[in-house]
T-cell receptor, first 117, second 111 residues
Framework: AQKVTQAQTEISVVEKEDVTLDCVYE???????LFWYKQPPSGELVFLIR??????QNEISGRYSWNFQKSTSSFNFTITASQVVDSAVYFC??????????????FGKGTRLSVIA | EADIYQTPRYLVIGTGKKITLECSQT?????MYWYQQDPGMELHLIHY???????EKGDLSSESTVSRIRTEHFPLTLESARPSHTSQYLC??????????FGSGTRLTVV
C-alpha cells in the first residue's frame, strides 16, 4: 500500500525566513511519481512539481527547491526567503507504478504554512 | 484552452436534498477522479474512472455515486444530503505523460 506522511501540520515563519516542508513516502512499487501541490485559501490545487523515481536530482525553481532522497524515502520542499503570498496549504502526493499508467494520487495530510509580514 | 470545470463553485443545501456536482474536462483524458476534502484539510479519494462505463470506489467510503457515460463528463450525485457531507469536492483528470489536472472544486454546505 502507498502512504505519504507530512509530519508538520502547521508552520509559521516570519517573512524572508527559509522554510522546509517535510514529506516521507512509503511504496512497494519500484517505479513511482512524487508531486507537490499548493492550495491557497481559494481552494484550488496548484501543481508545483512532479518527479519520477529514477530522477534524484534536486530541482530549483526560483525560490522553490526540492530534495528527493530515495535512501530515506523523502521528498522535501524548501521555500527560500518566504513571502506572505506563500501562505497556503501544501500537499505532497504519490502515484505509481509506471506500467499502470496514472493511478489515483495518494496525498499526505498537508502542511499549513503561514508567513507573517 | 484545455481545462477541467466544476459547477457549482459553492452550494448550500438543506438536509435530505438530492444534489449533483458537475465535472467536465476538455482534454480527452480517460482517467478521472473525485476527492473529498474535509475541513481539516485531508484529501480522500472517493471515486475514480479509467474510462467510459468504468467507475470504482476509492479509499474513503462515500454515500455518493458517480457515472461515466461520456469521456468528458464525470458527475457525482448525493441522493440525500446530510451535514456530514459538508466538504470541498475536487475533481481531477489525468493522462499518462500529462500529469493530473484539478478543477477549482465545489464547496458544499449541508444545513
Amino acid at each position: 500500500a502507498q502512504k505519504v506522511t507530512q509530519a508538520q501540520t502547521e508552520i509559521s515563519v516570519v517573512e524572508k525566513e527559509d522554510v522546509t516542508l517535510d514529506c516521507v513516502y512509503e511504496t512497494r512499487d519500484t517505479t513511482y511519481y512524487l508531486f507537490w501541490y499548493k492550495q491557497p485559501p481559494s481552494g484550488e490545487l496548484v501543481f508545483l512539481i512532479r518527479r519520477n523515481s529514477f530522477d534524484e536530482q534536486n530541482e530549483i525553481s526560483g525560490r522553490y527547491s526540492w530534495n528527493f532522497q530515495k535512501s530515506t524515502s523523502s521528498f522535501n520542499f524548501t521555500i527560500t526567503a518566504s513571502q506572505v503570498v506563500d501562505s497556503a496549504v501544501y500537499f505532497c502526493a504519490l502515484s505509481g507504478p509506471f506500467n499502470s499508467g496514472n493511478t489515483p494520487l495518494v496525498f499526505g495530510k498537508g502542511t499549513r504554512l503561514s508567513v507573517i509580514a | 484552452e484545455a481545462d477541467i470545470y466544476q459547477t457549482p463553485r459553492y452550494l448550500v443545501i438543506g438536509t435530505g436534498k438530492k444534489i449533483t456536482l458537475e465535472c467536465s474536462q476538455t482534454m480527452g483524458h480517460d482517467k478521472m477522479y473525485w476527492y473529498q476534502q474535509d475541513p481539516g484539510m485531508e484529501l480522500h479519494l472517493i471515486h475514480y474512472s479509467y474510462g467510459v462505463n468504468s467507475t470504482e470506489k476509492g479509499d474513503l467510503s462515500s454515500e455518493s455515486t458517480v457515472s461515466r457515460i461520456r469521456t468528458e463528463h464525470f458527475p457525482l450525485t448525493l441522493e440525500s444530503a446530510r451535514p456530514s457531507h459538508t466538504s470541498q469536492y475536487l475533481c481531477a483528470s489525468s493522462e499518462e505523460g500529462d500529469g493530473y489536472t484539478f478543477g477549482s472544486g465545489t464547496r458544499l454546505t449541508v444545513v
